[in-house]
């Protein structure tokens, strides 16, 4: 197959074809033989026969005596049978049955007449009266033991091979070998095991600007953490992965790094370089080297992923983003690792739920979309994460995958759709879904509510206050943060409940005072001390979204002033938290921002009071009485909530918890 530059392809037909190139190639698994006691969770690559019969002697399976059954045939309540000691033996639990016998009584049934409790197992001096218990065990001492019922022969024996017997087959080819099957192949007399052996990933980080981990990066400098994600799903598939030292963008470099890979791994990836970048050379590596079967996947993120191989072994470039990577190994590695271990994942489990907020994609591609999940009245409610290929916190957060075929523009909010669970429906159910506006304090309710309640969690999705609003409108959260002002009253949220909401049911709670103003570099270098400031000239301004209650304060505070927001550069560049607002200052990204005086504490930087906001939690009606919503308001109320919040700074807590309005 020729080699096209950045190609579009469709992702089943690459998957397929891919994996049929190698193959063709004589790519196969390889074996090893192991001890058994190192083999848990491996995969057989030959069938396992017994080598002995288990158990491998007449065992007996009670403490108790063991004698000749025929001896006790005959015996009933009317004509009981006399046994003279001579007549059996002590055994206990797992001892061999000792010649002559047949049959075990369990010890429970034999009673020592001198106490009336159960006889020790070795004989000892007893009166000479005697007593009869219900298992028809008489015991004297000069007639030993008499006996109201006959005993079946073999009974209370594990005979030879009543478990395994030799040459049987504990486990057929390719399978898992689990922990009971451990214990089968060892009491079958098997001490090592022939098993699939996991094929060594080589992972090669490329790129000027990547460097080890550290916690102080210089400017410019990525932290090369991809093979820290790759190495821990490559365990879970079954594969083992070397992480190569990182290399230069130089053409050179990397395919001296990729032929020692190749010489000692039986997979090989590139990270980086696999687009068309002045320093991207990944794929004319791979060309130097093997054979790239194609370059560019029709998905989003992870287009720019190369196909190849060399001889047998496969030779992948993968994009340098993470998420890209991550979807690029679980779609098209994850398949040939199955085939090399001859493994097949569990079916992913696909839910019918909501989507509560539109989802535009590309006729181009097949995209997957992160999702945040939860039940709200019985309904599985759906809202999209930060969609960027970089954005490695929204897998980490994600409850699910929404995946949007290729040829399909999206999904309108309201839709249906199937969505591929990340995680237990049953903690889905015991998530508290909030939408609306952001504030740190949530992640610290998140944290307490853990500690305190383990089995709830939050499921928060940043929207702004106006979009929290709607989604309690619409049944789609259980709760909604909120901070909304009224310009004409000074009154916040009342007014646009009534406005937005007029027909639900719903309750206000009172949750903090906070302190918003704006956020400025440390020291503030520009002089900024009011909104008017924005204006001059070289401040750089980084705005909240629309629809939030921080943007709608800011929008306020420009018409009050008579401020022309044409003339603030960045009104318009938006981010959707008040901590990346502060971060974004912090890294001299940018001079101010309008924000809660916690995230400037958080960064270490200055700031300029302007208001004291009531930001308050909505909640439904119907989701009032839930026992998790009640838990989140008794956290709340809590000394331990307030202590966060004093850590956090620039809060008030006046009557955390109260209702403020109910309709």
Known sequence: MGFIYLTNIQLDKAREEYLKALIARGMQSQEEVIPVTDASNRITSKAIYARICAPHYNACAMDGIALDAKITFGASETTPVTLRPEQYKYVDTGDPLPEGCDAVVMIEDVIDSTNELPHHPKPRNRGSRTFRNDGGIETTQ??????????????????????????EMILPSYSNINPAALGA????????????????????????????????????????????????????????????????DNAKQICAA???????????????????????????????????????IAIKPGKPAILGHCGVKPLMGLPGYPVSGIIV???????????LTHTTKQPDKLVEATLSKSVVSTL?????????????????????????????????????????????EGYESGTRVNVRLLKNEEELRQSLVIIGSHDPLIDELSDLMRIKYGDISISSSHVGSMGGLLAIKKGEAHIAGTHLLDEKTGEYNTSFIRK?????????????????????AKENPKKITCAADLTQEG?????????????ILMDYLCRKDALDTSKIYGYDREEFTHTSVAALIAANSADAGLGVYSAAKMYGLDFV?????????????????????QKLIEVLKSDEFRKRLEILGGYILDKPGVVRKGN
């Open 539 to 551: 401040v750089r301004f980084v705005n909240r979204q629309k629809g939030s209650g921080t943007r």
């Open 142 to 167: 000069e007639n030993g033991v008499k006996l109201y019922e006959a005993v079946a022969p073999w009974q209370h024996i594990r005979q030879i091979g009543e478990d395994i017997c030799a040459g």
């Open 258 to 296: 990729t032929r020692t890979a190749l010489s000692e791994c039986d997979i090989v990836l590139i990270g980086a370089g696999s687009s068309a970048g002045r320093e991207d050379h990944t794929a004319s590596v791979i060309a130097e080297i093997g054979k790239i079967v194609y370059h560019g």
């Open 185 to 248: 192949m060892i009491a079958s007399g098997v001490t090592e095991v022939s098993v699939i052996k996991r094929p060594t990933v080589g992972f090669i980080p490329t790129g000027d600007e990547i460097v080890p981990p550290t916690s102080e990066p210089g400017e410019g400098e990525i932290l090369e953490f991809n093979s820290v994600i790759y190495t821990a799903m490559l365990n879970e598939m079954g594969a083992m992965m070397k992480t190569y030292p990182i290399v230069k």
């Open 609 to 629: 009071h302007i208001c004291d906001e009531q930001f308050d939690l909505l909640v439904s009606d119907d989701a009032w009485a839930l026992p998790m919503v």
């Open 500 to 520: 937005l909401i007029p027909d639900k049911k719903v309750k206000l709670i009172e949750c903090v005072k906070r302190k918003q103003g704006l956020i400025l």
């Open 364 to 408: 181009k591609y097949h995209e997957f979309v992160r999702v945040k999940m939860g039940y709200v009245n019985d309904e599985l409610i759906v809202s999209p994460l930060g969609r960027g290929s970089g954005i490695v916190t929204s897998f980490m957060r994600a409850d699910g995958i929404l995946e949007v075929p290729q040829g399909v």
């Open 329 to 339: 190994i679980e779609q098209l590695l994850r398949p040939i690792i199955e085939c």
